[in-house]
Structures are given as C-alpha cells and as structure tokens.
Nanobody, 118 residues
Framework: QANIVESGGGLVQPGGSLRLSCEVSVRYFETQALAWYRQSPGKQRVLVASILPGGRTPYIDIDVQGRFTISRDDIKRMVFLQMDSLEREDTAVYYC???????????WGQGTQVTISS
C-alpha cells in the first residue's frame, strides 16, 4: 500500500498558475504508473493526467491539454502537476494516485483544493 499527501492547492484568479505536489510513500516508486485526478463539485473523480515509469505521459485530459504538465521525481518519490492558464472549470479537489489503467489504486489521500475565481 501507499501513503499519499497532496499539496499546493489554493485560490487563484483565472489565467493564473499553480504547481501541485504529491508525496507517494510506496515501495518501488520508480516502477509505478502514477496520475493526477480531480473531482469537481457534484461530479465524479476523473483522470486528468498520467505518467509512466521513465516519464512518458500517455494521457492528458483533452480539457487541460496545453495547459497542464505532469512530471515526477523518482528520487524524492513525488509527482507534480504544473497548471497554467487556469480556468474556472478547473476548480476541483485534486488527487494523485496510481494510474487506474495499470492497476488498483492505493488508498486516496486528502487531496488539495484548487479554486479558480476572480
């Protein structure tokens, strides 16, 4: 199993940027396919972006393509989500976890709230 701690959320104006961080305490971190998800009010949690061992990024949600970038640091056991040109529709709680395409997800962390508002 894994312990997951997300951070970096906050309140920003439309057009602004945020960088989310996620510590994933799990054995063999470097072999894990990881991802960021988000859950908007009243909606289900959805996959936003994924990153494979070695850094390939096979999936970026069409709504965030060109604005969000996922990356990882295997030494620090962290995953990041750089979010630029933020829009009100990006308001959500953001979570990181294993990419569900490649296996069962770990227990969810608390997430980090991102609110886009003027």
């Amino acid at each position: 199993q894994a312990n997951i701690v997300e951070s970096g959320g906050g309140l920003v104006q439309p057009g602004g940027s945020l960088r989310l961080s996620c510590e994933v305490s799990v054995r063999y971190f470097e072999t894990q396919a990881l991802a960021w998800y988000r859950q908007s009010p009243g909606k289900q949690r959805v996959l936003v972006a994924s990153i494979l061992p070695g850094g390939r990024t096979p999936y970026i949600d069409i709504d965030v393509q060109g604005r969000f970038t996922i990356s990882r640091d295997d030494i620090k056991r962290m995953v990041f989500l750089q979010m630029d040109s933020l829009e009100r529709e990006d308001t959500a709680v953001y979570y990181c976890n294993r990419d569900q395409t490649y296996g069962d997800v770990f227990a969810w962390g608390q997430g980090t709230q991102v609110t886009i508002s003027s």
